[in-house]
T-cell receptor
Framework: ETGVTQTPRHLVMGMTNKKSLKCEQHLGHNAMYWYKQSAKKPLELMFVYNFKEQTENNSVPSRFSPECPNSSHLFLHLHTLQPEDSALYLCASSQSSGRDGQYFGPGTRLTVT | RKEVEQDPGPFNVPEGATVAFNCTYSNSASQSFFWYRQDCRKEPKLLMS?????NEDGRFTAQLNRASQYISLLIRDSKLSDSATYLC?????????????WGLGTSLAVNP
């Protein structure tokens, strides 16, 4: 399935590195999301964009910086991360209303060393 | 009380069994409810939206009980391929169906 794609699929980075995660959706949706999934924890919503405007920032540390240039693309810029930021980062998209559910990309498995 | 709670399981059932999961939520203003399935090391996949009147999709039936604030998922005639973690997601409130609160998931293992 290629509705929502994410790159890279795996990423290992040092604490001083800067990297970016990319997400693209081909579903004609107008809302896009970043989630963090860690072991033994529920999915944590990080950011929501609706028609390119950020509508939610769930108290995410500034070392995570999202960018949404248009309704089909979403980036997550990473810098000076901590080992506890190691997790699966999932992108999702939905219709603007959100009433029909969210569709996820395959995720980027991030390891911070 | 957690905003969304699920029994983590694991539920171990034989092929062909019927199994049911519940998910309780704390905010009575929630309007949108969903069941997702997540396979190991994969992304969550939308299984069903849950409507007030209940809905069915093949072997899967979802129901909403607003009075007791829970949703349920019933799987009939379980298949080996149903083995996965089942996540419930509930919208934060009536005005924001984009902000979902997620349960930890219920693990299901269907055995031959």
């Amino acid at each position: 399935e290629t509705g929502v794609t994410q790159t890279p699929r795996h990423l290992v980075m040092g604490m001083t590195n800067k990297k970016s995660l990319k997400c693209e959706q081909h579903l004609g949706h107008n809302a896009m999301y970043w989630y963090k999934q860690s072991a033994k924890k529920p999915l944590e919503l990080m950011f929501v964009y609706n028609f390119k405007e950020q509508t939610e920032n769930n108290s995410v540390p500034s070392r995570f910086s999202p960018e949404c240039p248009n309704s089909s693309h979403l980036f997550l810029h990473l810098h000076t991360l901590q080992p506890e930021d190691s997790a699966l980062y999932l992108c999702a998209s939905s219709q603007s209303s959100g009433r029909d559910g969210q569709y996820f990309g395959p995720g980027t498995r991030l390891t911070v060393t | 009380r957690k905003e969304v709670e699920q029994d983590p399981g694991p539920f171990n059932v034989p092929e062909g069994a019927t199994v049911a999961f519940n998910c309780t939520y704390s905010n009575s203003a929630s309007q949108s409810f969903f069941w997702y399935r997540q396979d190991c090391r994969k992304e969550p996949k939308l299984l069903m939206s849950v409507y007030s009147s209940g809905n069915e999709d093949g072997r899967f039936t979802a129901q909403l009980n607003r009075a007791s604030q829970y949703i349920s998922l019933l799987i009939r005639d379980s298949k080996l391929s149903d083995s996965a973690t089942y996540l419930c997601a509930v919208s934060l409130n009536a005005g924001n169906n984009r902000k979902l609160i997620w349960g930890l998931g219920t693990s299901l293992a269907v055995n031959p």
